[in-house]
């Protein structure tokens, strides 16, 4: 296959264009570059050094002999170059890594809301309206996020994207029909996710393109088989507060003797998946959409989930590391329970990777390998919700 991945010089998206390299599809990598400046931006860098995109394709090719191209381009606003790269690639595929993908991050200012919101939902429709202005028949993956669904305690098992429900007509006869699953985003971020679903379902009904949601949990872990077979192909691996998700900070908080920051009560629950089964999963959904019709396939792309507080003292008596609860700065509930299905998925062949293996330890090994490249000041997170969050951790830290 063909396959554009948008947003490939990323941290799901690099190790995701190699996975699919590796099973020999003809990949082509299409990124702005903009996490790199971001990195510069907020004076941080990734904890594994990670070289230019133009020297990682280089060490793939020499290592394989698999070529992967790069094209740079800004999807949320070169929307002729798009067109003209669509036309001349003509891909079976498309996967849409080219978000702007934390929370934190969008909730740290006025403007970075704003950019939020216009690089995440520009990039979304300028996409899927070139794919019907050009006319290719390109089955369009996108990563989406379980933070659509929201943090509820319902005791319900989160289904994959939809609820069916029965109302009644004006004259009393029971209607049902599936709808989209309730969406409670709870960061601009997972607001522009929630928005994605609706460009989504519209382009799917209205003009066929086939597409593929997949709602991801937090991603721990930094390594695939494919990273591995060269320094330079290392995947990135963030700790900071604005883009470190939880499991990778712990590690690295535990690697430079930090304590490991728990928000609030740590009571809340999350789901996960681990960097080598979300390349597994893209590779799983872009190759099984020749049958996809007006309906968006939606996946819950999760293996396991846990309460933060239990990863922080997992983490703990792994390493030996103390733990510090800490002001939350997101407006959510202290605590919450959450399960959710993941029947598709593991109905095309996935094999999940569990916490509870060597994985972790090699986590453990990479943070402490390059500790000397932590900035400890970036590690808490500053980002607040809003004025009464901010407020309760100026009280709390006086």
Same mark, same amino acid.
């Given at each position: 296959?063909?396959?554009?991945?948008?947003?490939?010089?990323?941290?799901?998206?690099?190790?995701?264009?190699?996975?699919?390299?590796?099973?020999?599809?003809?990949? /082509?990598?299409?990124?702005?570059?903009?996490?790199?400046?971001?990195?510069?931006?907020?004076?941080?860098?990734?904890?594994?050094?990670?070289?230019?995109?133009?020297?990682?394709?280089?060490?793939?090719?020499?290592?394989?002999?698999?070529?992967?191209?790069?094209?740079?381009?800004?999807?949320?606003?070169?929307?002729?170059?798009?067109?003209?790269?669509?036309?001349?690639?003509?891909?079976?595929?498309?996967?849409?890594?080219?978000?702007?993908?934390?929370?934190?991050?969008?909730?740290?200012?006025?403007?970075?809301?704003?950019?939020?919101?216009?690089?995440?939902?520009?990039?979304?429709?300028?996409?899927?309206?070139?794919?019907?202005?050009?006319?290719?028949?390109?089955?369009?993956?996108?990563?989406?996020?379980?933070?659509?669904?929201?943090?509820?305690?319902?005791?319900?098992?989160?289904?994959?994207?939809?609820?069916?429900?029965?109302?009644?007509?004006?004259?009393?006869?029971?209607? /049902?029909?599936?709808?989209?699953?309730?969406?409670?985003?709870?960061?601009?971020?997972?607001?522009?996710?929630?928005?994605?679903?609706?460009?989504?379902?519209?382009?799917?009904?209205?003009?066929?393109?086939?597409? /593929?949601?997949?709602?991801?949990?937090?991603?721990?872990?930094?390594?695939?088989?494919?990273?591995?077979?060269?320094?330079?192909?290392?995947?990135?691996?963030?700790?900071?507060?604005?883009?470190?998700?939880?499991?990778?900070?712990?590690?690295?908080?535990?690697?430079?003797?930090?304590?490991?920051?728990?928000?609030?009560?740590?009571?809340?629950?999350?789901?996960?998946?681990?960097?080598?089964?979300?390349?597994?999963?893209?590779?799983?959904?872009?190759?099984?959409?020749?049958?996809?019709?007006?309906?968006?396939?939606?996946?819950?792309?999760?293996?396991?989930?846990?309460?933060?507080?239990?990863?922080?003292?997992?983490?703990?008596?792994?390493?030996?590391?103390?733990?510090?609860?800490?002001?939350?700065?997101?407006?959510?509930?202290?605590?919450?329970?959450?399960?959710?299905?993941?029947?598709?998925?593991?109905?095309?062949?996935?094999?999940?990777?569990?916490?509870?293996?060597?994985?972790?330890?090699?986590?453990?090994?990479?943070?402490?390998?390059?500790?000397?490249?932590?900035?400890?000041?970036?590690?808490?997170?500053?980002?607040?919700?809003?004025?009464?969050?901010?407020?309760?951790?100026?009280?709390?830290?006086?």
């Amino acid at each position: 296959m063909r396959i554009l991945i948008l947003g490939g010089d990323g941290f799901c998206g690099w190790p995701s264009a190699l996975h699919l390299s590796a099973h020999g599809h003809q990949v /082509t990598i299409v990124d702005s570059l903009v996490r790199r400046r971001i990195d510069d931006e907020l004076g941080v860098q990734s904890l594994t050094p990670i070289t230019p995109l133009s020297e990682r394709v280089q060490a793939w090719r020499e290592v394989t002999g698999n070529e992967i191209g790069v094209v740079e381009l800004d999807l949320a606003h070169d929307y002729d170059a798009l067109t003209e790269l669509l036309a001349a690639e003509n891909p079976d595929a498309i996967v849409h890594f080219a978000e702007q993908r934390a929370a934190p991050y969008s909730m740290k200012s006025p403007a970075l809301k704003r950019y939020t919101v216009d690089n995440n939902l520009n990039a979304t429709h300028n996409l899927l309206a070139a794919v019907v202005q050009v006319g290719v028949d390109a089955h369009v993956v996108h990563l989406g996020t379980m933070g659509v669904y929201g943090y509820e305690s319902v005791p319900v098992d989160l289904p994959e994207g939809y609820l069916t429900v029965s109302y009644p007509d004006r004259d009393g006869r029971p209607h /049902t029909r599936d709808i989209l699953y309730p969406t409670q985003p709870g960061s601009v971020y997972h607001l522009t996710k929630s928005l994605d679903q609706l460009l989504f379902q519209f382009y799917a009904r209205n003009d066929g393109v086939r597409i /593929t949601d997949l709602h991801q949990g937090i991603v721990w872990g930094t390594q695939t088989d494919e990273t591995v077979l060269d320094p330079r192909l290392i995947n990135r691996f963030d700790y900071d507060g604005d883009f470190g998700t939880v499991l990778n900070r712990f590690l690295v908080q535990a690697a430079v003797g930090y304590p490991l920051t728990v928000h609030g009560t740590g009571g809340q629950t999350r789901a996960f998946i681990n960097i080598r089964d979300t390349v597994r999963c893209i590779r799983l959904a872009a190759e099984s959409g020749a049958d996809l019709g007006s309906r968006v396939r939606v996946m819950n792309q999760v293996t396991e989930t846990h309460r933060v507080s239990d990863l922080a003292h997992l983490v703990a008596d792994t390493v030996g590391a103390p733990v510090a609860a800490v002001p939350n700065p997101r407006a959510e509930a202290d605590e919450n329970q959450l399960s959710a299905r993941n029947d598709h998925l593991l109905g095309l062949g996935l094999e999940p990777t569990r916490l509870a293996t060597g994985l972790l330890k090699e986590s453990v090994e990479i943070a402490q390998k390059y500790a000397d490249r932590v900035d400890v000041s970036r590690i808490p997170c500053t980002s607040y919700w809003n004025r009464d969050r901010r407020s309760v951790a100026a009280e709390q830290s006086r």
